[in-house]
């Protein structure tokens, strides 16, 4: 049974695909709209593609000093592993973009015309495309990979390299996304909303078309890269822990090491089974209100996923215990996610908003303890995940929690992607006039999609504590065996050795100087692209008053995004690939093992306070907007809007990043383990 | 000798307070100016004192509380011990305060009649008067605590009592004081600066009596109880050390076990002589530049001390190697303190005051990110000083690197405690009109107070990182030393051990939590201040305008403040003391030790994080207003206004409390150990 199911498992990664491609030829087949709103597309899509080709060149050096570095130090396994991983990453960023700046206009040209069903059906069927493009590249590669290299506990480490290969991607894609699209908007809205007093979207405005692009290549791009890193991450961290546990030590009484490493790619197998019923039940579904629709759809693939995993772990041979990890994940998953959805949309919204009556500098201070407060449930409820994971099945357990968390990937990062995809159709039938009929309804499937996000978002943070914890162990263990083999003493990993304390410092000051990279080239680059928007609207006669015939200069703020994003997500890339290597060689693989631990801590507090924050501030605008404490205009709106616009990258852009840097930190680790 | 040593100490401690005493009479004796200066001046001070007072009658009864607890758990030696920590530490608070709302109004008059070097000497000698009284008072309790239960290792444990009330108070008092500081000074600034455009410490501004009232519980009360917590924790966290260590794990071959435990002790005797003779050579260096004066001043005391050290330590038979250790500790104290004065005074202010060009947000995002990258250096060269300490003399070497430090308090809390005098010397000469040269004079003062301050920040938080890191150790030698006794399994402290992530995990939330009351404490009554100040301007007839015997309702606000303080310190002074006791109860020691060290991580990156981005924001404004980038009044100006206000907090507030914050949980896990 075994072998069979290690050779569906690529097969069945190759069926999703084809039905990811034959839902996008569906989706391109819809109508386009008007000539204005193809133009309005092409120019999104233009951008989104400069944008990603220039990024990939960039990238592909990276990707090749890597791999001869990896072949020469480790093997020409780890090598195409690594190199498998960072091409099935950058084709999930493609095709996910392909699909988003295709279904933006369409959603919009269905709202146009058939309504509110029609434009979600069209905003979904993009997301599908991405999800189910994620889900099943990521079962093709692992698929391979397993059948290569898993028959043999000696060759199975290569495999982390994959993990290696989409986690380093996901960090540059995540970082150069979130830079690009947060420039865009703070420069588009400070100048637009504030100064000019004009609405957002407004065809005026020359940095919307930059802003546009900037959900395309920040929420759908980078949003891909980075789900797909954790897939595989998740699914990778639970093979390497039960391929070094040989010794027994953390699987005893499990099961056998086979079935325990083949375990996390079958439930996967399942939850894509199950997600193509949730995306199925959605045809079913389609006449409720939105937020229902693709709620009910997300919990039909969770429940069977649940179902399915429940046998599907006793015909492994695989002790039943293990199926409570699973379980705990997944509610652990749902829970951050309702406290998410409180922190961004409940009672410190309010708080925030009515802070910003008395100034920017309230609604800050309120904004930021929001943040630091919101961080105290999620972590607790990681803890007690920990805790039950470990009593069903060991280390091995919590490996597999994260993996349950992510199993119905595909329903669950259709649901995420649709979200972007009705902004842009928002912004896109904003600037084409097609009306506040219209308007009304991208926003409304808009702010669905903020909600529903909540719910991916506990499952995104959640499930990257957990496997940068299964990475962080597997790692320990790989350093274990090596000294082991080598009749080495093993490792003093006691919180009281120094090198430890030492390693747990240094790693804390890893998601830090991310996070302040990461704000500061947001800053800068804003600031560039406020001065650009500020001297069109001085320098091109009528532009402001919106003269027939006069169009904003859009490519100098795209070139603006793209520059800046380009340039400044190098650096803090490098930093999480570089400062392992350099800590496990210099001080040691104990000091590494406290670094991995410390980035971790404070990579996941930094991570839920700038998320929630940030999504806080904007919601408490909105709040604001819909006519509360004064409305749009008031005193309190602006400062709303300031408190907005500094989370913008706290929730887009540093925020996202520290998930993958900490797991791309663990997965280095690991890579490298056998070298230490 | 060793007999005669500690019957020295609490003599050398008495002889120090009755120095600062004679300080103070002098001090008193100084002319106090116009009636006017004297009415403000006692309105400043009753208000300090009516703060002070409720403040200790809350107090006393957790006192009381606590004092029953320990007694019926652990005896009348530990109940005792942190009686006289807490009522040590309420007394420096109680001395401080009344030096500096004595000195402040005698510095002004200095100013108006003597000039710069004749106000430097009053505010000096305020500051003398807390300096000695808190290195003294440190002296005397833990000397006395030392004479009776140093003399056996079974004992000695109880000592740590006296660093738990020494902490516990300090946390409430730095809370209290900071929230109180920071509600009065938001709103005085935010209405008075911004709203009416009426200058800093303007007396027709209702809010500025209860701000300077603020800088005196906040900047020296405060303070005052967070250096004496320090400075005691250091030294008792080192004899615990040494204590605890009788299996002769940690410091084999440095020393007979009563000399180690002595050696702290003696330290800051050293320490307090060395600081007489730096207080002494200000009399000769007082012509010279006031920055200069006080650097070498501290320079001359910590020089003098390092040359003491290397004797001391030799004389009492410990191995050379613990001087290196204490050498490190000096060393890496400094260089903290030029990183926090090259963020607070160097490039990054201008970065910051660069970015307010474009508005509160880019201000606000600049800054943060700021903040975020000043952890990254104080906590590599903290991490520099546990390797060095730690090859120097094992664990014992990171206490006793932590009293190197802090061993010349005496001079170093003298020059801290001169800036907040100076500062209100400027309010009260700016609200008794003595004219801009006076004005000159104090903020020439105030300036240079800042500077200065930053190498004091960064002792502070050095060695409260290896204060927390020592404390950690003893509490873990404690438990080991308990479970060995009662033949026990040892603690499984590996990182892999799933009880230490969730421990590390539940760790981390605590200072994110503290951080997010103390804001929102802060941030609901800065709220209540902004509409109480509003209010007059609106509803008292002529005192906008300034007219001729109108004055505001100061009472109102400075109530305001009072209550807010009072009401809002208890909750993260309790968490502090409680969470520990839960974790060590109910997940037990193993937990506790996780939960000790990610507390201690976190909460050293926040404490940086706060502390430099608000000195970072609060300069840029300065620099701005200096006439850079437009000046006062220009939209850069106000920017700056909004990310100083947003810094005020962080600064003041929840930055500091995180450096108690942490060492109280360790101290309090070291005192339940033996119930563990």
Redesign the interface.
């Known amino acids: 049974m075994e072998q069979t199911l290690s050779a569906i498992a690529p097969i069945l990664g190759i069926i999703g695909l084809t039905v990811s491609f034959l839902v996008l030829a569906a989706l391109i087949r819809k109508p386009q709209g008007t000539e204005e709103m193809q133009d309005l597309s092409n120019q999104i899509h233009e951008g989104a593609m400069v944008f990603l080709r220039r990024e990939y060149s960039i990238l592909s050096i990276f990707v090749a000093v890597v791999f001869l570095l990896l072949f020469w130090q480790l093997g020409i396994a780890t090598a195409l592993a690594f190199l498998g991983g960072a091409l099935c990453s950058l084709t999930a960023g493609y095709i996910g973009m392909q699909a988003a700046t295709r279904a933006n206009v369409r959603t919009a040209e269905a709202a146009r015309t058939e309504g509110a069903g029609g434009a979600l059906q069209v905003a979904f069927s993009g997301g599908v495309v991405m999800g189910l493009a994620v889900a099943s590249l990521g079962l093709i590669g692992v698929g391979i990979a397993f059948l290569f290299l898993g028959k043999d506990v000696s060759t199975v480490g290569a495999i982390s390299g994959f993990a290696m290969g989409a986690s380093s991607i996901a960090l540059f894609a995540r970082v150069g996304g979130g830079i690009y699209t947060k420039t865009a908007d703070?420069g588009a809205d400070?100048v637009g909303k504030?100064e000019a007093g004009i609405p957002e979207d407004d065809p005026r405005n020359p940095g919307v078309i930059a802003d546009l692009v900037g959900d395309n290549v920040g929420d759908t791009a980078g949003m891909g890269a980075d789900i797909f890193e954790s897939y595989v991450g998740s699914i990778i961290a639970t093979i390497a822990l039960a391929a070094t546990a040989q010794a027994g030590s953390v699987i005893a009484g499990l099961g056998a090491t086979s079935s325990m490493m083949l375990l996390p790619i079958f439930m996967v197998m399942l939850g894509l089974v199950a997600s193509f019923v949730g995306i199925g039940s959605m045809k079913f579904l389609k006449n409720m209100h939105p937020a229902s629709a693709l709620r009910y759809s997300t919990f039909v693939g969770a429940a069977l996923f649940l179902v399915f995993a429940w046998f599907g772990v006793g015909s492994l041979g695989v002790t039943q215990g293990v199926f409570w990890a699973i379980l705990s994940g997944t509610v652990v998953g749902i829970m951050i996610g309702l406290v998410t959805e409180y922190y961004t949309a409940g009672a410190p919204i309010r708080r925030i908003a009515?802070?910003s009556?008395?100034?920017?500098?309230?609604n800050?201070?309120?904004g930021?303890?929001?943040?630091?407060?919101s961080?105290?449930f999620p972590?607790?409820f990681?803890?007690i995940a920990?805790?039950v994971a470990?009593e069903a099945a060991g280390?091995y357990g919590?490996g597999i929690s994260a993996v349950g968390m992510l199993a119905t990937v595909g329903i669950t990062m259709s649901v995420d992607a649709y979200g972007p995809i009705s902004d842009n159709a928002g912004g896109i039938s904003e600037m084409a006039g097609l009306g506040p009929e219209v308007r009304k309804i991208t926003d409304r499937l808009d702010a669905v999609g903020n909600t529903t996000a909540a719910l991916g978002k506990g499952f995104a943070i959640g499930s990257a504590?957990l496997t940068a914890?299964a990475l962080?162990?597997a790692y320990?263990s790989a350093v274990s065996q090596n000294l082991l083999q080598k009749g080495l003493p093993m490792l003093d990993?006691?919180?009281?050795n120094?090198m430890?304390?030492?390693g747990?410092?240094?790693g804390?000051?890893l998601p830090?100087?991310a996070?302040?990279?990461t704000?500061?080239s947001?800053?800068k680059a804003?600031?560039e692209m406020?001065?650009e928007i500020r001297r069109q609207f001085r320098e091109i006669p009528g532009l402001l008053e919106g003269k027939e015939g006069v169009k904003p200069d859009a490519a100098r703020c795209v070139d603006i995004s793209t520059q800046a994003a380009l340039k400044q997500m190098i650096a803090p890339g490098l930093l999480a690939v570089i400062s392992p290597v350099l800590v496990g060689f210099i001080l040691g693989p104990a000091a590494l093992?406290?670094m991995l631990?410390?980035a971790t801590?404070?990579g996941?507090?930094l991570a839920l306070?700038m998320s929630n924050g940030g999504g806080a501030w904007d919601n408490a605008k909105k709040w604001i907007e819909e006519g509360n404490l004064g409305g749009k205009g008031s005193e309190a709106h602006h400062a709303a809007?300031?408190g907005d616009?500094?989370g913008d990258?706290f929730k887009d852009t540093s925020g996202p990043s520290m998930n993958i840097l900490i797991k791309l930190m663990s997965v280095v680790s690991l890579v490298i383990a056998p070298l230490l």
């Open positions: 703070v400070l504030i009515k802070a009556e008395t100034g920017a500098a309230t800050i201070i309120t930021l303890a929001v943040g630091l407060e961080c105290a972590v607790l990681i803890a920990i805790f470990n280390l919590i504590a914890l962080f162990a320990n990993i006691r919180l009281l120094p430890i304390m030492i747990l410092l240094l804390a000051i830090f100087a996070a302040s990279m704000m500061t947001v800053g804003a600031f406020i001065n093992c406290g631990a410390g801590i404070t996941v507090m306070m809007v300031v616009t500094v990258p």
